[in-house]
């Protein structure tokens, strides 16, 4: 047990440090001593992690989707809401990469009611990818309605962050929706977020959009 908890932690150094390869190799010799030892807790820990890296990149979503759903059964048997509501909003991820909405939408909202249980679950970035969803499936009054929740909870929890991702969220739905004038000041308020917290990915999405919006 120990054994597995240290090469799970070396794997994390590494995964922190950007070294994915290192970090694979130990979080699957963490796996492998968590079975040998019958350890659920570590066992879901790692198959997580193993298939956090494997989310990475579109050619190994198959890999992290095997992980997750091996790992489902042992959360739910360990009652870990948060493990839980981390598979599964991945699960959506990947499940609305590969363009299956229906089932999606089960896994987002899966984790949803998971991150709702636990204690730190991050319930509005489960809501903003609700509502991606629903902009895929043109329903655009459902995805705006969740996407404006979403951003109130984390502004009452006054997390940044997510206040930013799910405007981000929220102008792509107007973008789509044809209502391009709503998306170019929604992407605003994002970019002044996006930059109060240096959330490079998010300023990138931010510009991405904005400049999409403007050629509209």
Known sequence: MGVSNIL????????????????????????????????????????????????????THDQAQGYYLEALPLIESIGDYDAEGTATVNLGEIYYGKEELDTSLYY??????????????NVPFAMTCIGKVYMQREEYDKAIDIQKQAYEIAKQSDITLEMTVSLIGLAETYVHKGDVRSAISTYKD???????????????????????????
């Open 8 to 59: 799970n932690n070396i794997g994390a150094v590494y995964y922190a440090q950007g070294d994915d390869t290192k970090a694979l190799e130990n979080y699957l010799n963490s796996l492998k001593a968590a079975e040998q030892t019958s350890d659920t807790l570590r066992i879901v820990t790692a198959s997580l992690n193993i298939g956090t890296i494997y989310l990475k990149t579109v050619e």
């Open 108 to 121: 987002y909202e899966r984790a949803l009611e998971a991150f709702k249980m636990s204690s730190a679950g």
């Open 190 to 216: 994002a970019e002044s977020l996006a930059q109060e917290i240096g959330a490079k990915n998010e300023l990138r999405n931010t510009y991405q959009g904005l400049a999409e919006s403007y050629a509209k």
